[in-house]
């Protein structure tokens, strides 16, 4: 199948401190995972993606994961503020089909000061 | 830039009522796509186009049709609204495939 597993559901750190959020999919043929970031009353926002050739990739603070023989792709967000308080979410293409979205169920990230 | 501009913002039908929820952008890109998005929950993709004159199902379509006669729109028409169909519907649009997808603030629909 094509599902995509998120966790945690919410995660509350302490400002300063760094989070990690973690996805784990089912479909060997995905090649590409990206991470939206979702403010209230907002649509989503691609944050940062990874290609299956790469294994890391950095954007200042924030930071993707990819463990193509674990399937799972995490991301790390580092020096947290309070302005990353929001929902994340992952996502994979379904049967491989980049335009086929499959996103997860999303993180709450809550700093607090 | 508007980027991609979703009317209206918000919006309540009764059971068996039509509506249009349009959905336009100025980047000039190739794909768009409409997905829901159900309280607590992911966003789950209704319908997507690749092009003018393409659409495809995506994993939720029951209930909704979609047209796509220009680049920039991409409408989505509720034909007999049930209460199953409340929820807050995303437009987004995409250069191609595997490039960041912008979406739009969101049409918040309730249907009673």
């Known amino acids: 199948g094509e599902n995509v597993e998120q966790h945690p559901s919410t995660l509350s750190v302490q400002e300063g401190d760094s989070a990690v959020i973690k996805c784990t999919y089912s479909?060997?043929?995905?090649?590409?995972f990206p991470w939206y970031k979702q403010e209230l009353g907002k649509g989503p926002q691609l944050i940062i993606d990874i290609r299956s050739n790469v294994g890391e990739k950095k954007d200042q603070r924030i930071a993707v994961t990819l463990n193509k023989t674990a399937k799972l792709f995490s991301l790390h967000i580092t020096e947290t503020q309070p302005e990353d308080s929001a929902v994340y979410f992952c996502?994979?293409?379904?049967?491989?089909?980049?335009?086929?979205?499959?996103f997860g169920t999303g993180t709450r990230l809550q700093v607090t000061l | 830039n508007a980027g991609v501009t979703q009317t209206p913002k918000f919006r309540i039908l009764k059971i068996g009522q039509s509506m249009t929820l349009q959905c336009t952008q100025d980047?000039?890109?190739?794909?768009m796509y409409w997905y829901r998005q159900d309280p607590g929950m992911g966003l789950k993709l209704i319908y997507y186009?690749?092009?003018?004159?393409?659409?495809d199902k995506g994993e939720v379509p029951n209930g909704y049709n979609v047209s796509r006669s220009t680049t920039e729109d991409f409408p989505l028409r509720l034909e007999l609204a049930a209460p199953s169909q409340t929820s807050v519907y995303f437009c987004?649009?995409?250069?191609?495939?595997?490039?960041?997808?912008?979406f739009g603030d969101g049409t918040r629909l309730s249907i009673l």
């Open positions: 996502a994979h293409p379904k049967g491989g089909t980049a335009s086929k979205l499959t």
């Open positions: 980047m000039n890109h190739n794909y």
């Open positions: 186009s690749v092009g003018a004159g393409i659409t």
């Open positions: 479909d060997s043929a995905s090649n590409y």
């Open positions: 987004a649009s995409s250069y191609e495939g595997y490039q960041p997808q912008h």
